[in-house]
């Protein structure tokens, strides 16, 4: 039972550089999240997915964009990295849509540097 | 703007002795709210849910309130052991989940 997979776990990058954080859900849930987790910042928000087909902002979506490829996975694109985005990378997903009660399943992140 | 704060220190408890964790919010007024714990190098983990309707929630050693009057949630952890030891992060909803900084405890055996 894997849950939520994210790769890859680390990834150092150039500034300028290009490329795609992945996950997957095995749950069949309707609802997936990318956060990214800072120092003293907790956990916000870069953009959600309410259902298949659809993907909205969250509270810091500069500078990135994200795909829903299917009901399974969700992918976050960072087309020319800068080094403000080095952070850790949480994917989540839930059982309905956005703002429901059920609660998120995180995957263990993904670490990325950027130079 | 919505804003979470929780215990802005960490905790430090000696190990039998209950961990209260506070969580807060303004310009909010959430449906539930969520607690998890994430531990380093690991995603959140989801512990347990409250509804606004709820004045208290127990699971096993855990107790969760909600003060809808303060804004303001309380999380116990009785009888304290060190694998207790994690980050509590805590997440009003709906509306778009808003997750806390969350609050560092340590367990001292």
């Known amino acids: 039972n894997a849950g939520v997979t994210q790769t890859p776990k680390f990834q150092v990058l150039k500034t300028g550089q290009s490329m795609t954080l992945q996950c997957a859900q095995d749950?069949?849930?309707?609802?997936m999240y990318w956060y990214r987790q800072d120092p003293g910042m907790g956990l916000r928000l870069i953009y959600y997915?309410?259902?298949?087909?659809?993907?909205d902002k969250g509270e810091v979506p500069n500078g990135y964009n994200v795909s829903r490829l299917n009901k399974r996975e969700f992918s976050l694109r960072l087309e020319s990295a800068a080094p403000s985005q080095t952070s850790v990378y949480f994917c989540?997903?839930?059982?309905?849509?956005?703002?429901?009660?059920?609660?998120?399943?995180f995957g263990d992140g993904t670490r990325l540097s950027i130079l | 703007s919505q804003k979470i704060e929780q215990n802005s220190e960490a905790l430090n408890i000696q190990e039998g002795k209950t961990a209260t964790l506070t969580c807060n919010y303004t310009?909010?007024?959430?449906?539930?709210l969520q607690w998890y714990r994430q531990d380093p190098g690991r995603g959140p983990v989801f512990l347990l849910l409250?509804?606004?309707?709820?004045k208290e929630k127990r699971k096993e050693r855990l107790k969760v309130t909600f003060d809808t009057t303060l804004k303001q949630s309380l999380f116990h952890i009785t009888a304290s052991q060190p694998a207790d030891s994690a980050t509590y992060l805590c997440?009003?909803?709906?509306?778009?989940?808003?997750f806390g900084p969350g609050t560092s405890l340590s367990v001292i055996p």
């Open positions: 310009n909010y007024s959430p449906a539930y």
């Open positions: 409250i509804r606004e309707n709820e």
């Open positions: 749950m069949n849930h309707n609802s």
């Open positions: 989540a997903s839930s059982g309905t849509g956005s703002g429901s009660n059920q609660p998120q399943h």
């Open positions: 997440a009003p909803g709906p509306d778009k989940v808003i």
């Open positions: 997915s309410a259902s298949e087909g659809t993907t």
